[in-house]
Each structure stands twice: as structure tokens, then as C-alpha cells.
């Protein structure tokens, strides 16, 4: 059963990445990613996968040690819980990365790449956008307006 969960975790996060990568400029994909429960199917098969082993993963996550935390990955529960895991923070990451480039006007061509990355390699798909989004400021490519001044 494990690996039907870890089968079906990125299967269940797929539609939203192919929304944001093939069709950025559909209506109805910026009204489906704006919401942040696009994540919960994937968030619940982690939690199917963890709340029963919580006996073993506690531990583990409280006090890590380099040998507990790869033995726990070293398990099919673990290494499905780590993946599913994953693929809930990456596509949290590429939503969030989506949105605001959006707001910022970057091409649809600019970041599919970047969303690419961060499929496969979320921390280095989040830094290549953290580097890319400093060459937009606004729709127009205008600065953003100052804060205003509280009080």
C-alpha cells in the first residue's frame, strides 16, 4: 500500500505544475493556483504515511542524528512520507514562485524553467527564482511604491 501512496503523490500534484508551466494564461489557472489547497491531497497522503509510524518518526524529528534520520528514509513508510513531503513544500514553493511572478509581470517563458527546477531541485528552483524576481518590480517593470509611514 505504501507504494501505491508514494505513486500517487506527485500524480496528485502534476495538474497544478502543468497549469502553471502549459497554461499560465488560462483564466481558470490563476483562479485554481491562487488557492493555497492545491497542496492538501498531497498533505494528506503524507499524513496517511507518518500519523501511523508517529512512534517512529517522532523521535527521529525531535532529536535528528545523521544515522536516525537515513535510517527512517531507509524504510518504504520513510522514504515515501519524505517524498510526499517534498513534493508538497516544492509545489507550495512553485505556487507561491508563480503568484508573485505574476504580479511582477515575468514572461510565462521565463519561468517555466525556473518552475522546471523546482519540480526536480526545489531549493535551487527557489534560488533561481530568489535571483530572477529582483530583475522585475511590477507589471510594468516599474519600481514599487515606498511604504507608507505608520502614525
Do not use: K, Q
Amino acid at each position: 500500500m505504501t507504494a501505491t501512496w508514494f505513486s500517487l503523490t506527485f500524480a496528485l500534484a502534476a495538474p497544478f505544475w502543468a497549469l502553471m508551466i502549459l497554461l499560465p494564461g488560462w483564466s481558470w489557472t490563476t483562479r485554481i493556483i491562487r488557492s493555497p489547497l492545491i497542496v492538501a491531497p498531497v498533505l494528506v497522503v503524507y499524513a496517511v504515511l507518518v500519523l501511523p509510524a508517529l512512534g517512529e518518526v517522532l523521535p527521529v524529528v525531535t532529536s535528528p542524528t545523521l544515522t536516525g534520520v537515513r535510517d527512517l528514509f531507509g524504510t518504504d513508510v520513510g522514504a515515501a512520507a519524505a517524498w510526499a513531503h517534498l513534493i508538497g513544500f516544492d509545489l507550495f514553493v512553485g505556487r507561491w514562485a508563480w503568484l508573485d511572478s505574476r504580479e511582477r509581470g515575468v514572461p510565462a517563458l521565463v519561468m517555466a524553467p525556473v518552475l522546471v527546477v523546482t519540480i526536480l531541485l526545489g531549493p535551487l528552483g527557489l534560488a533561481g527564482y530568489l535571483a530572477l524576481r529582483t530583475r522585475w518590480t511590477g507589471p510594468t517593470g516599474a519600481a514599487a511604491p515606498a511604504p507608507r509611514s505608520v502614525g
